[in-house]
């Protein structure tokens, strides 16, 4: 049934919870936002079909009726210029187990359970790069913990001369895939088990241990991880790592932890994970083991344009580090391009590093502009707060005629602003200064009488209501955690906005700034903008300066709202509060206006530290 069962509990509201909206496809399609480039379902690689033949390391062919595959195989190309072999036939038959295999379960199941197969020739390129830090003539000991089909082990084979192979271990939870597995290696030295590998004891010697890991293990969110299993996983790492991880820590996290106790004194951990553990706040205590438990050698991040795998949402890193404790010493990182080829590469002094909160701005620099006196931090004169949540926007978000045709009293109803994709201009305008000039005209249903008042003064909200309750409404995880449950979070119209997810498709801007001349107030696909007392002051003698202040915001550059915001598969970016607070906008001469004075110690942190 695989790692754990759903307990998704839909949705949580806790402010900087970073999971929410990240990654799960069926949630992003709730946006409506463009498509991204998403491959076939259930597809490894590009690949043509091709009959199978030959000798190959394997014994007998495999039931491929009982795997549901197809007669017709799949054939792995090698690499150019490297003449094809058994190893690559027996490549092409793995690939063609696994998409049969895949087939045979859905795409939400393997969704949940985090499997997702890791493209041949993305594990060809992560166990050639884990060769160049391994010794040159001791036999390797490999170790595979989310096994799979074995997409590592084969490019190991594949990538690695056969006198230097050791004992190769393998560990897969799932029999479905794991049962077809064994009868594919059975003839090779792989010994795998049906296990899983978060329950399996410590080695107890270092011969019990491995020289390689490499892997990709599950990608399993912590919302989908049973509670009972959670702290399990959570008293086990604390074991290996010395620290309680973070209880939004997905799977993945675990496995790297605990896969700690199983390498070598000297061994190599390659992993292929998501980028999120580089900027999310809990993926701090990931960074501190990488930067003081273990010698991080290296950090590639894959463009997110160009996600790594066909059916997951998700951009991936690759992280590549030492059993060993240095001090002193530089870490790579290296961006887009492959892992052989990167566009972009440069190596950081590990003291420089540590000295970062998050890892952002590591491949083209710290951007400039931090130290000029005529530049400011955006959450230096703004409180930055997300939109507002409903719980149920069809319910309590509709047209004003709607709301005119229900007879809703007009008191409990306030301008709401749509989609940003349904603004067509970036200033928003209003006649009157209450709704705004716009076609897609809404209004918020909001109330906080007591439902017998209601009743008693207003019997077509009461009647509404109650309509709401029938349809289960009131039951709603927001509208649960609410009283009444019909009364919305108090909120301002701000006078500027920013988009909360976007993916600058034709070459715009994935965040987009609004003026905000009405009284409308924004959902939760906006970010508000209200202006500090400092600047509100000033905007009371001179009123003019908030239009300023919008086109400083409108010039920031792509690139400078997307190093501070973070980056998902398929180019989906999103920006939280305090993400944006941090963007820096060129104010001239106004910006000293809210200088404030130098704090105690400044003298003494470095640009570096600043970030």
Request: net charge negative; with cysteine.
């Amino acid at each position: 049934r695989g790692y754990f069962n759903s307990q998704y509990l839909g949705y949580e509201a806790a402010e900087g919870l970073d999971w929410v909206w990240e990654h799960r496809i069926e949630d992003l399609a709730q946006l409506d936002l463009d498509k991204g480039p998403l491959g076939n379902e259930g597809s490894d690689e590009e690949s043509g079909p091709g009959p199978i033949g030959g000798d190959t390391i394997g014994g007998g062919s495999p039931d491929r009726t009982a795997w549901g595959i197809h007669e017709s195989a799949v054939q792995y190309s090698p690499a150019p210029g490297r003449l094809s072999s058994g190893l690559d036939l027996q490549e092409g038959r793995r690939l063609e187990m696994q998409r049969g295999l895949d087939r045979n379960k859905s795409q939400q199941e393997r969704n949940q359970l985090g499997q997702f197969a890791t493209p041949a020739p993305l594990a060809d390129e992560i166990v050639q790069a884990a060769q160049e830090y391994l010794a040159d003539d001791d036999p390797v000991g490999f170790l595979e913990p989310a096994f799979g089909t074995g997409s590592f082990f084969s490019a190991l084979l594949r990538n690695l001369e056969r006198r230097k192979l050791g004992r190769c271990q393998g560990y897969e939870i799932d029999p479905h895939y794991a049962k077809p597995a064994q009868e594919l290696w059975r003839d090779t030295p792989l010994h795998l088990e049906i296990a899983d590998f978060t329950a399996l004891p410590f080695p107890e010697s270092e011969a019990d241990r491995y020289d390689l890991i490499a892997t990709n293990p599950p990608y399993v969110r912590h919302h989908h991880l049973r509670t009972e299993d959670k702290d399990r996983l959570r008293a086990r790492a604390a074991q290996v790592v010395g620290t309680v991880p973070s209880g939004l820590s997905g799977l993945y996290v675990y496995f790297i932890y605990l896969a700690h106790s199983w390498l070598r004194q000297g061994g190599i951990g390659a992993w292929l994970i998501p980028s999120e553990f580089m900027y999310v706040n809990y993926g701090g205590q990931l960074r501190d083991y990488l930067l003081n438990r273990v010698t991080l050698l290296r950090v590639h991040c894959f463009d997110p344009q160009r996600v790594q795998f066909d059916d997951a949402l998700v951009s991936s890193s690759v992280v590549f580090f030492r059993k060993e404790k240095r001090d002193c010493h530089e870490v790579l990182f290296t961006y887009g391009g492959s892992l052989a080829e990167p566009e972009l590469s440069r190596y950081i002094p590990v003291e420089q590093v540590r000295r970062l909160p998050k890892w952002r701005n590591l491949y083209r620099g710290t951007p400039g502009g931090r130290g000029s006196t005529e530049s400011i931090r955006i959450g230096d004169i703004f409180d930055i707060k997300r939109g507002l949540a409903t719980g149920a926007n069809k319910f309590f978000v509709m047209t004003p005629e709607r709301a005119l045709q229900r007879g809703l009293p007009s008191e409990f109803l306030t301008p709401i602003l749509p989609s940003p994709r349904y603004l067509y201009a970036d200033e928003i305008a209003s006649g009157d200064g209450y709704m705004p000039d716009i076609e897609e005209k809404r209004v918020l249903l909001s109330c906080d009488l007591p439902e017998k008042e209601i009743e008693k003064r207003y019997p077509v909200l009461w009647e509404y209501l109650e309509q709401g309750k029938r349809e289960g409404i009131h039951r709603h995880y927001l509208c649960s955690h609410r009283s009444p449950w019909y009364s919305q979070e108090t909120r301002e119209a701000a006078p500027i906005l920013c988009s909360y997810m976007g993916r600058g498709s034709k070459g715009g801007k994935p965040f987009r700034f609004f003026l905000n001349w009405s009284a409308a107030v924004a959902p939760n696909t906006y970010l508000n903008l209200y202006p500090k007392p400092r600047l509100h002051r000033l905007l009371g003698e001179q009123p003019e300066v908030l239009h300023q202040i919008f086109e400083a915001l409108r010039r920031v550059g792509t690139d400078d709202l997307v190093s501070n915001g973070r980056t998902y598969g398929g180019g989906l970016h999103k920006m939280e509060p305090k993400e944006l607070a941090n963007v820096r906008i060129y104010l001239g001469t106004l910006a000293q206006t809210f200088a404030s004075p130098p704090r105690q110690g400044s003298l003494f942190d470095s640009e570096v530290a600043s970030e």
